[in-house]
DNA sequence: CAGAAAGGTTGCGTCAGCGCAAACCCGGCA
DNA sequence: TGCCGGGTTTGCGCTGACGCAACCTTTCTG
């Protein structure tokens, strides 16, 4: 990790019970759980601090308990793509540790965060000697890839309008915070992640959203993204524009 | 499965050494995969049957011995996509099981083949019993997320031309067989595949195959598509169109 | 508080690729 | 042998969205 702007602690009160929330001990007694979480690094780190890079080894696995983590590969020519975004109680970095051993992004804290992380000694033993864990793994693993896959196929098919509303939606879902009938997205975002997210331009991004703004469908407060008109959106995602 | 064209065996002596170098039972000793071969459904099916539908309840796992399996998405407005191809050795539906419960694309047979399957109780035993099974599966999976994740990026940033020719690589990559320094991708490939794959139209990869079968990089034998200089090919890949 | 740096907006010209429509090829079958 | 149907090719017009360039706004930082 560090390049020495990280504290580190182990884990607290707090975030013991954060750690005993994630999906990858669901199911799991909750004594086992708290081995998890005893086994657990965690790391406080300002925004846009690096947590992995693309192509290194890797050593470990993560969890974001605070904060935002933005995950982004870059392809041989230059290009860039954002492949997600990781709100609190999610995991990231895993995979890797049980396929060719090197990181295929780039993770860095998008906010101020609190992550969590194993040694992949510990967690390989971990889900060598619980078969719950395991599938737990397979399970979150098994959801990324129905994810992605459904993005690969609105990329493939839908119009750069309809999949930045998708990546929105998508968004909301992930870490809506429900407030008067509105809905904020609790991890800022820039143009560029929604134009990274969605597959297109930072100009098309912006001119969209700008105008959606304009409408009222969307509005800024402080650094995140507020939806206003959720309905209106999924119209959109639909039936393009009519 | 069946419409009642289908032929369906208990495993034989070929289709148990087949079944026993699926990357399924990868680490394991003989006597074990032996035992998941005989766990085993074997159906010997033509081309073009279904194997499962879209939306359907997972009921099992499947993998290919013999022949090839398209795997086709289609989105709620009716848009296409072909998330992938699957060749010998491979498995596919399997990830449902651990998830939602409900399969994500359709499966059919790209040419006549023999798929063998596993029953869900019988498949989630050998994972729970088995933490090689499924650190094995998370490694399956695992290969697959990052494989979709580097289409999906290539979707985002680059021309059709080139996610075309990645298609093609990628097919190569899967299965392809060595012949006389020409390589034959032994996968019935129609137009619309290769433009479902790529995420472009039937229009656009039909004149893009036609114009490097006309300069000699491609050619057709009897339904199978043949890369004569995969360079020349890679080439493309990377520069564009230079 | 000034100045820099990072992010956001927008006008405008350009073109890759979409997609209709019409023709073509070819294997299977009566 | 001739017809039918699925797959393929290709001409042509159209447009979504790319991307440069210039400018504006907000956020750091010393």
Request: charged letters at 15%.
């Amino acid at each position: 990790m560090g390049h020495g702007m990280s504290e580190q602690k182990t884990p607290s009160q707090n975030t013991v019970r954060a750690i005993c929330a994630l999906g990858l001990v669901k199911g799991l007694p909750p004594e086992v759980a708290a081995h998890v979480a005893s086994l657990a690094r965690v790391d406080v780190l300002p925004g846009g601090a690096g947590v992995f890079t693309q192509g290194a080894v890797a050593q470990r696995a993560y969890a974001v308990l605070v904060g935002a983590v933005r995950i982004r590969q870059i392809g041989s020519d230059g290009a860039q793509a954002l492949m997600r975004m990781i709100a609190p109680g999610e995991m990231f970095g895993t995979v890797a540790l049980f396929t060719e051993g090197y990181y295929p992004a780039d993770a860095e804290t998008a906010m101020p965060s609190h992550i969590a992380s194993w040694s992949k000694a510990d967690f390989m033993a971990l889900t060598m000697n619980s078969p719950q864990i395991a599938i737990n793994i397979i399970g979150m693993v098994g959801q990324r890839l129905a994810n992605v896959q459904n993005r690969l196929r609105e990329m493939a098919t839908q119009s750069a309008e309809q999949r930045i509303v998708h990546a929105l939606l998508m968004l909301v879902e992930q870490s809506g915070a429900v407030q008067a009938g509105a809905c904020e997205i609790c991890i800022p975002l820039r143009r560029r992640d929604v134009a990274e997210l969605a597959g297109t331009t930072l100009y098309t991004a912006s001119r969209l959203l700008a105008a959606w703004e304009k409408v009222g469908l969307l509005a800024r407060s402080r650094q995140m993204l507020v939806v206003r008109d959720a309905n209106k959106l999924r119209r959109i995602a639909q039936g393009g524009l009519l």
